[in-house]
């Protein structure tokens, strides 16, 4: 699996962490937001947009972190 971020600032809510997880394909699998000032966070197994698009401005991201957010 691949995993990458990014963030997007959220006006009184601070960054929004946004994370994806593909396949060798780069197909996104499932992705997550998390607003680490709030503690929320969103979870989306089987997301509508399977495409990264903009991969340039993504972050690379470890499967650590996904799976920590995803709770496994």
Avoid: N
């Avoid at 963030?7 to 998390?34: M, S």
């Amino acid at each position: 699996m691949i995993y990458y971020k990014t963030a997007q600032f959220i006006p009184g809510k601070g960054d929004a962490w946004t994370y994806y997880e593909c396949d060798d394909k780069e197909t996104v699998l499932r992705q997550l937001t998390h607003i680490p000032a709030t503690e929320e966070i969103t979870r989306v197994p089987d997301p509508i947009v399977k495409k990264l698009y903009r991969k340039e401005l993504l972050q690379d991201a470890t499967s650590d972190e996904f799976m920590q957010l995803w709770g496994e």
